[in-house]
């Protein structure tokens, strides 16, 4: 059970690689006892129209190029049963209506879209590919030479800390989602002290809006075996005056709902945190962990 904690990054069928009904997603949340529920699909801005639109053709190109696109779609008959789901779980669980907002620097416009939706109570702002390159995902580390990856590695911090100094988020998701495939699927280690100072950057450009970050537990049960952030980082952000922290399965499916969150919360205590944060209207609720 995970009496009294928060789960605030999960995926429905809303999302172009979400499996469940939403009204699953919230059974299992009450079942384990959250005391808040965040529902985030994929509102990726740079893949936000259909396949063609971007020059794909759609019926002769591979899933993989197709898996992420038209999340307007996604998103729109969203609308409708998220209002009807909202009003169903009044009183059982605090339910949030987020979104996870992905490359909107990629695509300024179509984030200010998503963005004036009045009905978000909250937006994690994530990056999952470099501008102009796939999702981290699909690119193949072993192909590449080490300079390379470090080149890449270089680009996707700048452009995170490019994302904060916008801001227009309420937590930054996943920070070091690259690693889950570089280090994890692919087995390359990498030093994370050559991106410590760029990190500090990043939380003191949040901490000086009032923005925060996840501690994202999907990378405990991949082969990477460790949260995003890891602690390295967790503690720098303490250190520099970090508060405001989420937590975070990432789930795509309803079994998936809170897994790793009562692990990521004992990593924030030992980091020295006492509370977690979930959103209400964009404004940061403070739950004791
Ligand atoms: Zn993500
Ligand atoms: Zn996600």
Known sequence: MLNGLIDCHTHCRFSPDGQDEPIQ?????????????ALTDHCECNTWFEPEHYGIDSKTADYDDIIMYNCRKY?????????????QLE???????G???????????IADEILSDKALDFV????????????????????????????????????????CEWGRFDVLGHITYPLRYITGKYAISID????????????KTLIGKGKGIEINTSGLFTDYKTTMPDRSLLALYKD???????????AHCAEKIGQGIDIGAQIAKDCGFKYC????????VFINL
Request: proline share 3%; with cysteine; hydrophobic share 40%.
């Open 25 to 37: 997603l919230a059974q299992k949340a009450i079942e384990r006892g959250l005391t808040a529920w």
């Open 277 to 284: 944060t979930y959103f209400k209207n964009h404004k940061p």
């Open 192 to 203: 994370l002290n050559r991106y410590k100072d760029i990190c500090a950057q990043i939380f």
């Open 91 to 97: 009183g059982r669980i605090e339910f949030v209506r």
């Open 240 to 250: 520099l005056g970090g508060e405001v922290l989420s937590l975070g399965s990432d």
């Open 99 to 109: 979104a996870e907002l992905g490359q909107p620097l990629q695509a300024v416009e």
């Open 124 to 163: 994690i702002g994530s990056l999952h590919n470099n501008a102009g390159l796939p999702d981290f995902y699909y690119l193949q580390y072993d192909k590449m030479t080490a300079e390379e990856i470090t080149k890449l590695l270089d680009d996707y911090f700048a452009q995170l800390l490019e994302m």
């Open 75 to 87: 998103h729109n008959d969203s609308i409708e049963p998220i209002n009807v789901l909202a009003q």
